[in-house]
């Protein structure tokens, strides 16, 4: 009997509304990169020995390497087709085997790409407190004084930037690493720089890590460095590495089938930033420039300004000026409604958006029509919603809205990972004060846990989750995603 089936509604999807969709999002492609011509007929495997190897790597993939290497300021480059996610276990479970109970001391944003493997390969991950701006929702990157503090408190293997913030923020690099290096000559500074592939090639945009010194990166090329959605880049400088290790893990975690579509889109990114990214870059500097503008004379929304980031949080000391953040509360609105309503009504896709803001990330593609098309969008929205005259008793009330920032750590990951059965428990989150959490909760956007395992869920964490739940296109992954539960640590009361 012949089975019933269902056209591929993915496939539809993406060929019936993508493309009339303006972008101000990941994956920054840009069409006039090399391509590979016909995706689906050119899909090969690694059976083409004449390519050579990946992993090994050989053959050709030995050379585009080196080529990488060398346009991105580094010693040695892999490519990844796991992004940034991938690249991070690799180089944890790497890192685990090269130091025995290995400490890494990290600020409190990191993605959670960098918690799962901690978890994996038992390795203590130390946070410093988090900096952050209350009124715009943002993560702040730390201080350099909280870092030696840091450093000479907790005395780790490994210190863990995640420089640029998703919003753009960058510290002041070189000064770190310098310090670092002077006084601490083993540590090992490991920066997650999903967010900074294009930095190298724009003396308009911050110290990329590899030129700053770092002794490894991680980068989604695909996010702003004009790659496939899904491929990324590890950097790295000799000394502090053991390459052994490292490509023994790349070995183990990689897929044994790899995209070379996404493999090549790597390459060609490399080629274009060379050739042509420093152009590129500035023009999408100008866009940003002029979406800004356009935006901040409508009124009730405010574009967030580097002059007043650096003002306000002196370690900022760089900023990627390719993302533009608006405030939107005093339109009436939160973040949240202003992206649901310039996707659903307008077809323009902001990157990220929170309670305060949404993030307009200017991608390769980026022209000045997109421009003109979204100040006109966000002018409808800010006059439409004083129209209406919205009652902004629930917007007083997220004003107030703060993100806790004082997480205590009650166990040890380490310790938290290993617990079973009948010592965890599943309460109702409102009932949760004062347990320690047995799980991640991470909201996205922007996908950095809020709670991770052996922390304790404090009274604002469990109000801020309540709080947060009622927003409209709110995603938390969780193992309850509705939050009405959590799980927790069995029979240990703090409070
Ligand atoms: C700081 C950071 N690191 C790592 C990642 C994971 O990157 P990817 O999506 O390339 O796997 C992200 C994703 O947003 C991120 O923001």
Redesign the pocket.
């Known amino acids: 009997m012949k089975q019933k089936y269902e056209k591929s509604h993915l496939t539809y999807k993406i060929n019936n509304l993508v493309h009339k969709t303006i972008r101000w999002c990941t994956p920054s492609i840009d069409l006039t990169f090399a391509q590979i011509k016909d995706q689906y007929a050119s899909d090969i495997s690694v059976s083409f020995e004449s390519f050579g190897y990946p992993s090994e790597p050989s053959g050709i993939f030995k050379k585009v390497y080196e080529q990488a290497a060398e346009a991105y300021g580094a010693d040695h480059t892999l490519f990844s087709v796991?992004?940034?996610?991938?690249s991070?276990a690799m180089i944890l479970r790497a890192l685990s085997k090269q130091i025995p109970r290995l400490k890494i001391l990290a600020e409190r944003?990191?993605?959670k790409?960098?918690v799962t493997p901690c978890e994996d390969y038992r390795i203590n991950l130390i946070f410093l407190e988090p900096n952050f701006d209350q009124d715009n929702q943002l993560f702040i990157p730390n201080t350099e004084e909280q870092i030696y503090e840091g450093i000479k408190k907790y005395k780790p293997n490994v210190l863990l930037l995640?420089n640029p913030?998703?919003d753009g923020m960058c510290l002041d690099l070189k000064s770190v690493i310098s310090t670092v290096r002077k006084n601490y000559p083993e540590l090992i500074v490991y920066v997650?720089e999903?967010?900074g592939a294009h930095l190298h090639f724009s003396d308009k945009l911050p110290t990329s890590a590899m030129e700053a010194g770092a002794d490894i990166c991680?980068q989604?090329t695909?996010?702003q460095g004009g790659s496939l959605q899904?491929s990324?880049m590890i950097h790295w400088h000799d000394g502090r590495i053991n390459n052994d290790l490292l490509l023994e893990s790349y070995r183990s975690l990689a897929t044994t089938s790899p995209s070379y579509a996404l493999l090549a889109s790597l390459d060609a990114a490399r080629e274009t930033m060379q050739k042509r990214g420093k152009k590129k870059l500035n023009h999408m500097l100008t866009i940003a420039r002029r979406l800004s503008r356009g935006i901040n004379h409508i009124d009730g929304f405010e574009v967030i300004s580097t002059k007043y980031l650096k003002k306000n949080f002196p370690s900022v000391y760089e900023r990627d000026e390719t993302k533009v953040i608006v405030n939107v509360i005093k339109a009436g609105l939160t973040g949240y409604e202003v992206a649901h309503i310039l996707e659903k009504k307008y077809k323009i896709v902001p990157e990220i958006y929170n309670i305060k803001t949404i993030t307009f990330l200017i991608p390769f593609r980026a022209t000045f029509g997109d421009v003109q098309s979204t100040i006109s969008a966000m002018a409808k929205i800010a006059k439409k919603s004083k129209k209406m005259n919205i009652d902004t008793n629930t917007i007083e009330a997220n004003l107030n809205f703060k993100t806790p920032t004082k997480i205590p750590r009650i166990l040890e990951l380490n310790k938290v990972t290993k617990l079973l059965g009948d010592q965890l428990e599943q309460v109702p989150l409102n009932e949760a004060v004062g347990r320690i959490a047995a799980e991640d909760i991470t909201p996205y956007p922007?996908?950095?846990p809020m709670t991770i395992k052996g922390e304790e869920l404090t009274k604002e964490i469990v109000e801020y989750y309540l709080k947060l739940k009622e927003s409209p296109n709110f995603h938390i992954a969780a193992r309850d995603k509705s939050m009405e539960t959590v799980l927790v640590v069995s029979k240990i009361k703090l409070v």
Do not use: E, L
């Open positions: 796991n992004g940034s996610t991938g991070n944003n990191v993605h790409s960098i995640t913030t998703y997650d999903a967010w991680v989604s695909h996010k899904q990324g922007p996908g950095i």
